[in-house]
């Protein structure tokens, strides 16, 4: 529940503080007095959109305070109003009481705080959704948008229709998970039947080529070799002549010589020379190894120029693939490692695609089983809407207008994201449902019902909104409702009424209400006035709590100005009681 605000600096306002009781509060003033700044104030409060042409000429900022109390709301409204506090670090006064506050400089910055903390003004909307509801002008426009339409059907029937809505949000989720992932592995099993398609390809290529690990290293060496044969060849000769001795025994060869060293140490009778003879012997043996290694490098030395030729086109290979794969041999054979294993991951069967299409039919089935109880349920409670709402339209002056809330089910398009087969018609599987629900009036019992963007004036909109609200109110008990000339376009017998219908609407919620028509003012439980005067260079409004006596001339004054005469002062008593006796009967 509101309790106070107060106003500094909001247009015509200097400085306010308006109380509000539980019941119904009336606001009322001259034109132009500034009853919509208290409005503007909520909405501000509300987290509305900050107009820096709303501060007062001379003043550098506007600031509303408003302090709410939870007291006679509901656990879900108390739970949702503790989760904005906690998240934001705000905390009640010590009377249990919330404070909200928003600032609007000239320059057009805006600041907000709850119960101490400075939030972002989203934080207050937050936070004032469970509490109140302004409904402005522009708010009663709202009501012609098929999502609002929607909202109000289903907070109507929300015993029977949020448990199918759950079901149906689940329901869909859970198919266009499993469909989503069906199209992306569609669309990705292509590419990775062309991914597997280039490993298959490539390690056939390295298979073909069958590379051994640091063969194109010794390749190299091997071909160079090759490429200067003969003069290899002469040198390795050359060697092992000088080693072992020449076919022509010329020159006296390494062995012979150690061989001759050998004797002659091993006759000699001095064991300081006799002692050298193993040592030369090592030599000897040493000597003998490297010949030998000489004969086999000789012998392998190929003399057929064919064989240059072999290892030249095997190198030729290997470059293919370091060219393709990697830098070298041993690259390649790690990239063939890390392509067997990615080969081995990738998934391209048509088993697998099927066991998901089989998934997503049966979620989708599961979705449309939904949506058709979502879309029953709707169906059901359109109809209860609609004759509670005519019935209210009657008691609002509006003869026998009737109000038809239709159920229709949006057929898919061509090009639609969300396509759902439902009782063998495809429809659009949208976030809310399958449905458009739309309201349409038909004005005075005769002729076809029209979209209320079309048919209902001004007047008539604001009556079927408050209608359609006091119908509401019936499963909605504890929060704030303000009604921004709610009653606009109307007079006579359907005042009475609106204010009658404003009353029953304050037995069970706060009712706030700017209005010009007396017959709404005299139902209220409160009175405020907004007035004006002037100061020496601007008009300054504030805002003041009536009492009985002020009350019967304020209420002379709405009716046409009478309240400095008897018979205007008279005429507003009687109406003042005959409202206050209605409404003590029937409290």
């Known amino acids: 529940m509101l309790c106070e605000v107060d106003i500094s600096g909001l247009g015509v306002i200097d400085r306010a503080r308006a109380p509000f009781s539980s019941g119904l509060t009336v606001v009322t003033g001259e034109t132009g007095a500034g009853k919509t700044m208290v409005v503007t104030s909520l909405h501000l409060l509300s987290g509305a959109r900050a107009d820096p042409g709303r501060v007062r000429e001379g003043r ?45 400089s000239a320059d057009g910055r805006s600041r907000a705080n709850l119960g101490g903390r400075s939030v972002p003004a989203g934080a207050l909307a937050e936070f004032t959704a469970p509490l109140i509801t302004v409904h402005g002008q522009n708010d009663q426009l709202r009501l012609q948008r098929p999502d609002q339409q929607r909202d109000a059907l289903d907070r109507f029937g929300d015993r029977t229709i949020s448990g199918p809505a759950k079901r149906y949000r689940a329901a869909r989720t859970a198919w266009l998970r499993a469909r989503n992932e069906l199209l992306d592995r569609v669309a990705r099993s292509r590419e990775l039947a062309r991914e597997a398609d280039q490993l298959r390809f490539g390690l056939d290529e390295i298979g073909a080529v069958d590379p051994n690990p640091g063969e194109d290293v010794e390749l190299v060496a091997l071909i160079r070799r090759l490429g200067d044969l003969e003069s290899l060849r002469e040198s390795a000769a050359r060697a092992h002549e000088a080693l072992v001795g020449g076919d022509a025994g010329d020159e006296p060869a390494a062995m012979a010589l150690l061989g001759a060293a050998r004797s002659a140490l091993g006759g000699a009778e001095d064991p300081a020379l006799t002692a050298l003879e193993p040592r030369i012997s090592e030599v000897i043996a040493v000597v003998t190894d490297i010949a030998e290694e000489l004969s086999s490098y000789l012998d392998g030395l190929s003399a057929d120029p064919a064989v240059l030729e072999t290892h030249l086109n095997r190198q030729a290979q290997l470059r293919t693939l370091t060219r393709k794969y990697a830098e070298d041999v041993d690259g390649v054979l790690e990239w063939a490692r890390v392509a067997n294993a990615r080969l081995s991951e990738v998934d391209v069967s048509s088993d697998t695609l099927g066991e998901l299409e089989a998934e997503v039919r049966r979620l989708a089935d599961v979705a449309a089983t939904a949506a058709a109880e979502l879309s029953a349920a709707r169906t059901k409670a359109a109809g209860k809407l609609s004759s509670a709402v005519s019935a209210e339209l009657a008691g609002l002056a509006m003869g026998r207008s009737r109000l038809e809330v239709r159920v229709q089910r949006r057929a898919a398009v061509p090009d639609d994201d969300a396509p759902l087969t439902v009782d063998g018609e495809l429809v659009h599987a949208g976030a809310s449902g399958i449905d458009d629900i739309e309201f349409l009036l038909q004005a005075s019992g005769s002729g076809r019902a029209l979209p209320i963007s079309r048919s209902a004036s001004g007047g008539e909109l604001s009556r079927v909104m408050l209608a359609l609200e006091v119908v509401l109110a019936r499963s ?69 709590l009536l009492d009985d006596s002020e009350r019967v001339v304020e209420l002379a004054r709405m009716l046409a100005g009478l309240d400095d005469t008897e018979t205007g002062r008279a005429h507003a008593e009687e109406l003042l009681a005959t409202a206050t006796a209605e409404r003590t009967a029937n409290a």
């Open 60 to 104: 550098d900022k506007a600031v509303v305070e408003g302090r709410f109390a939870t007291d006679g709301t509901d656990a879900a409204t108390v739970a949702a109003v503790d989760e904005v506090l906690e998240s934001t670090g705000g905390a009640r006064d010590e009377d249990g009481t919330v404070i909200a506050v928003r600032t609007v």
């Open 476 to 544: 909605n008990t504890g929060t704030t409702m303000v009604f921004d000339e709610v009653d606009a376009g109307v007079g006579g017998r359907a005042a009475v009424e609106i204010g009658r219908r404003l009353a029953r609407l304050a037995r069970t919620h706060q009712v706030i209400v700017v209005t010009h028509l007396p017959q709404v003012a005299a139902y209220a439980d409160q009175h405020l006035i907004v007035d004006k005067t002037q100061g020496k260079t601007t008009a300054v409004s504030g805002v003041r």
